[in-house]
């Protein structure tokens, strides 16, 4: 934990305007949870013992049981990073042409289908919530179209259900990208079993970390069968391949950080949900501040905390606000602005973004705090007394500093 310096008294103390900063070091978004280090190292040394360190060594095989255990679905494909993961799911779920997804969402959505040669097509998110707006297909679809990519935002489930019946409606293929949906549920069911696949993430930002990593998972066997195949290079057997593959493999070094991780999980949970409470307690009452993570009756890992900012009533902008924290070494995200949709290479297609405007409003007054192991309690309070100071100062902060850095 960073040392943390005097609670501001006036607006000079801000470190925008001129004083210290509030902590020592930074605070980011996505410091890496570890778990037990020396167990980390005892599978480095059991790998380096016996000179297996990838191609699905007993690592990644232990890792994968885990996964498909923990979320009870019968295949879970361990890949070296959830970009990759997509890359393959989408293949192996027979996607080309156009694939609707929302543009809310991290690029790398949007990428890895592009990357493929296919077409995203960009949906809004349903009013009032954070995913895809299942209502958004039949607007979207044309004869082109051949999937939709659903994505869980912040580990909070899409409408499965609802875009599971539109995708029948129009014969398309589903897969969803749960990189941050990990341990998560709908109602009794785990994130995981969902569409023809899921993709996970395991990046070290992640909730669960693998160092990098993923995890493409399924209920159907067909769909697991070609998933092996895409992620070892096409091949089916040693010196025969059925078709073009890609190196989806994840390495042994990143699977013993992947268990070790899981070995942790209950506890980064903990740690994660008390400081979602910790927030929505610190924040209450503030004028134009509202949490949008949820809480524990939700089962979600809670490994991001955001918060909406609703300018007019704050009377001081997100951007605003997200520069006063950035310079008291608290480094919040404005995560997903300004949509996928409208940064390259799509905001220059003929015609220009389309108009998205739940998307586009959320992604002005979004604030996604730092979270997870390297923070607690009384960090989370001094982040939070800085933000009621300067919504409780907003008048003063404007007129000393007008321009706020465009997002
Ligand atoms: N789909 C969705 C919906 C996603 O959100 C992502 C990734 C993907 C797919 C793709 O998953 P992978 O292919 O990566 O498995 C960060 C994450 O790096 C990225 O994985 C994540 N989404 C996204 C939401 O956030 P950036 O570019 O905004 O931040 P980055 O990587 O610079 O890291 C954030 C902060 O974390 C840094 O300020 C420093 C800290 N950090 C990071 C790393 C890697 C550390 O302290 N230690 C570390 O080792 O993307």
Redesign the pocket.
């Known amino acids: 934990m960073t040392a943390i310096g005097p609670a501001k008294r006036s607006i000079g103390d801000l470190a925008l305007l001129g004083g210290p900063a509030l902590f020592a070091t930074p605070l980011?978004?996505?410091?890496?949870n570890i778990g037990d280090r020396e167990r980390l190292f005892a599978r480095l040394s059991e790998a380096l013992d016996r000179r297996v360190l990838t191609n699905g060594g007993p690592l990644v095989q232990e890792f994968e049981a885990r996964i498909a255990g923990m979320l009870g679905v019968r295949h879970a494909l361990a890949v070296n990073?959830?970009?990759i993961g997509?890359q393959i799911a989408a293949r192996a779920a027979g996607m080309r042409g156009e694939v609707i997804v929302p543009a809310f969402?991290?690029v790398?959505?949007a990428g890895a289908l592009e990357w493929m040669g296919m077409e995203p097509v960009f949906a809004d998110i349903r009013p009032g919530a954070l995913t895809i707006d299942p209502a958004e297909i039949d607007r979207l679809v044309t004869p082109r179209t051949t999937g939709i990519v659903g994505?869980h935002v912040w580990g909070i489930p899409c409408d499965t259900t609802a875009l599971e019946a539109a995708a029948r409606r129009h014969d398309l293929a589903v897969i969803y990208?749960a990189?941050?949906a990990f341990a998560c549920a709908h109602g009794e069911r785990m994130v995981g079993g969902s569409g023809q696949a899921e993709v996970f993430?395991?990046?070290?930002?992640?909730f669960v970390n693998a160092f990098?990593g993923?995890a493409i998972t399924t209920d159907d066997d067909a769909l697991a069968e070609r998933v092996e195949g895409l992620r070892n290079f096409g091949f089916e057997e040693y010196d025969r391949t059925v078709g073009p593959g890609i190196n989806g493999k994840m390495s042994e070094a990143s699977a013993a950080m992947g268990l070790t991780s899981l070995d942790a999980l209950p506890a980064i949970v903990d740690t994660n949900l008390a400081n979602a409470a910790a927030y929505a307690r610190a924040t209450e009452g503030i004028p134009g501040l509202t949490m949008l993570t949820p809480d524990r009756a939700a089962r979600c890992n809670a490994q991001y905390v955001a918060a909406r900012i609703d300018g007019h009533v704050a009377g001081i902008d997100r951007d605003t606000l997200h520069d006063v924290l950035h310079a008291e070494q608290v480094?919040v995200?404005r995560?997903f602005h300004p949509g996928v949709h409208r940064l390259e290479p799509y905001a220059s297609r003929p015609g220009g973004p389309p108009s998205l405007p739940h998307t586009e409003a959320l992604g002005r007054e979004v604030l996604v705090l730092p979270t997870g192991t390297a923070v607690g309690t009384t960090e989370i309070d001094a982040i939070i007394d800085v933000l009621r100071f300067s919504i409780a100062h907003a008048q003063a902060i404007g007129a000393r500093r007008p321009a706020a850095t465009p997002g």
Do not use: M
């Open positions: 980011h978004v996505g410091r890496p990073n959830a970009t997509l969402t991290f790398a959505t994505v990208d990189a941050h993430s395991f990046l070290a930002t992640k990098a993923g480094l995200r995560y």
